[in-house]
């Protein structure tokens, strides 16, 4: 759900707050630009996260990468300039794509045949209703231009929170 109110803040800012400047692109242009380096993101978690999670563990990764998510936020969000927002959307998009290798490779792990179908179908239900009550999150939360610090602090508080959760709760699990 942050990534997903953070997304929305993230196409606001490019819709209704930034200009072009040099290279970087307001506007619909802009948007494609993030979309791109997201996607970046991605691909470089799908090529990290499998010889990381060998070496510590899906745990640790997953912890690792929810603190990072709190720490872009804030040091790459706060500015709400478009350079630092293009790696934030990197970073971002790696944290997005590397946590959910993770999640899925322990749900595949740990599920027992007969019910995984149903668990992943589940589990990406779920997935979907959390971008979708982000999405109303953000319309009553954001303001038209999306640039909210109280936003942008709750979603980096969210984060770490979820890193302690997951790190607590996932020791305890064991």
Same mark, same amino acid.
């Given at each position: =759900?942050?990534?997903?109110?953070?997304?929305?803040?993230? %196409?606001? %800012?490019?819709?209704?707050?930034?200009?072009?400047?040099?290279?970087?692109?307001?506007?619909?242009?802009?948007?494609?630009?993030?979309?791109?380096?997201?996607?970046?993101?991605?691909?470089?978690?799908?090529?990290?996260?499998?010889?990381?999670?060998?070496? +510590?563990?899906?745990?640790? +990764?997953?912890?690792?990468?929810?603190?990072?998510?709190?720490?872009?936020?804030?040091?790459?969000?706060?500015?709400?300039? =478009?350079?630092?927002?293009?790696?934030?959307?990197?970073? %971002?998009?790696?944290?997005?794509?590397?946590?959910?290798?993770?999640?899925?490779?322990?749900?595949?792990?740990?599920?027992?045949?007969?019910?995984?179908?149903?668990?992943?179908?589940?589990?990406?239900?779920?997935?979907?209703?959390?971008?979708?009550?982000?999405?109303?999150?953000?319309?009553?939360?954001?303001?038209?231009?999306?640039?909210?610090?109280?936003?942008?602090?709750?979603?980096?508080?969210?984060?770490?929170?979820?890193?302690?959760?997951?790190?607590?709760?996932?020791?305890?699990?064991?």
């Amino acid at each position: =759900m942050l990534y997903g109110v953070s997304t929305i803040a993230t %196409l606001l %800012l490019y819709r209704n707050y930034f200009a072009d400047e040099g290279l970087l692109r307001a506007g619909l242009a802009g948007a494609a630009q993030v979309v791109a380096a997201a996607a970046l993101g991605t691909l470089l978690a799908a090529a990290v996260t499998p010889a990381i999670t060998r070496r +510590w563990s899906a745990r640790g +990764w997953i912890t690792t990468l929810f603190t990072l998510a709190a720490v872009v936020q804030v040091a790459l969000g706060l500015p709400y300039r =478009m350079a630092p927002l293009l790696v934030a959307a990197v970073l %971002l998009g790696a944290v997005a794509q590397g946590s959910r290798i993770c999640v899925e490779s322990i749900l595949q792990a740990r599920i027992a045949d007969h019910f995984r179908g149903r668990v992943f179908s589940f589990y990406d239900a779920l997935f979907n209703a959390a971008f979708v009550t982000a999405a109303v999150l953000a319309a009553v939360a954001l303001p038209d231009t999306g640039k909210s610090y109280p936003v942008l602090a709750a979603i980096a508080v969210g984060y770490a929170l979820a890193a302690a959760g997951y790190a607590v709760a996932s020791r305890e699990s064991r």
